[in-house]
């Protein structure tokens, strides 16, 4: 059973603070995804990762960075938090090319 | 970059009647189109996926239809049952070098009403 976990369910920082969420997948997945999701405006792609020290922006990058070292872990940074961060963030990860998307149960992130 | 649009936001539908949810994408390059479903509080699952060399995909009674010409895919869900109540999401995605994020579709909510 493919397992995705994430370092926090819930996260309250304060503006300007530098954020750290970390995603770690037991599956052997190739691929690694963030995604933040904002009530009406759906899933949003922020970066994506497809090998180890790789990273591709996705829709939304800007205020963000991220970290793959290791396979099974990839790692959003937020370098200086802003209120219009706060938001639900989802990971993900599937196996190379295109399929199935494996989510995590997700952080809610609140910037005060 | 790809722009996924999706209608209806909200569907209400009676116990046992079908439902159809209706996503057009942008980019013609584009060949993989899965639909996810997110119950409140839980995360988003994969509940079926079709790609571009097909043109419908069944899954008892969930079944995807895609037109490339038109530029759009859609959900049916036949049978409707109280567990079908979720928010489902739409995508597009291509094949490149490696991998490919998704971009989703903004969500319906759909009711079903007993």
């Known amino acids: 059973d493919v397992k995705v976990t994430q370092s926090s369910r819930y996260l309250v920082k304060r503006t300007g603070e530098k954020v750290f969420l970390e995603c770690v997948q037991d599956?052997?997945?190739?691929?690694m995804f963030w995604y933040r999701q904002d009530p009406g405006l759906g899933l949003r792609l922020i970066y994506f990762s497809y090998d180890v020290k790789m990273k591709e922006k996705g829709d939304i990058p800007e205020g963000y960075s991220v970290s793959r070292e290791k396979k099974e872990r990839f790692s959003l940074i937020l370098e200086s938090a802003s209120t219009n961060q706060t938001s639900m963030y989802l990971c993900?990860?599937?196996?190379?090319?295109?399929?199935?998307?494996?989510f995590g149960p997700g952080t809610r992130l609140t910037v005060t | 970059g790809e722009n996924v649009e999706q209608h209806p936001s909200t569907l209400s539908v009676q116990e046992g009647d079908s439902a159809v949810i209706k996503c057009t994408y942008s980019d013609s390059a584009s060949n993989y189109f899965p639909w996810y479903k997110q119950e409140l509080g839980k995360r988003p699952q994969l509940i079926i996926d079709i790609r571009s060399n097909v043109g419908e995909k069944k899954d008892q009674r969930i079944a995807v239809t895609l037109n490339k010409t038109a530029k759009h895919f859609s959900l049916h869900i036949t049978e409707t049952q109280p567990e079908d109540s979720a928010v489902y999401f739409c995508?597009?995605?291509?094949?490149?070098?490696?991998?490919?994020?998704?971009?989703f579709g903004k969500g319906t909510h759909l009711i079903i009403q007993p």
């Open positions: 993900a990860s599937s196996f190379g090319g295109l399929n199935e998307q494996y």
């Open positions: 599956m052997d997945h190739e691929n």
């Open positions: 995508a597009a995605s291509k094949e490149g070098g490696g991998a490919d994020g998704l971009t």
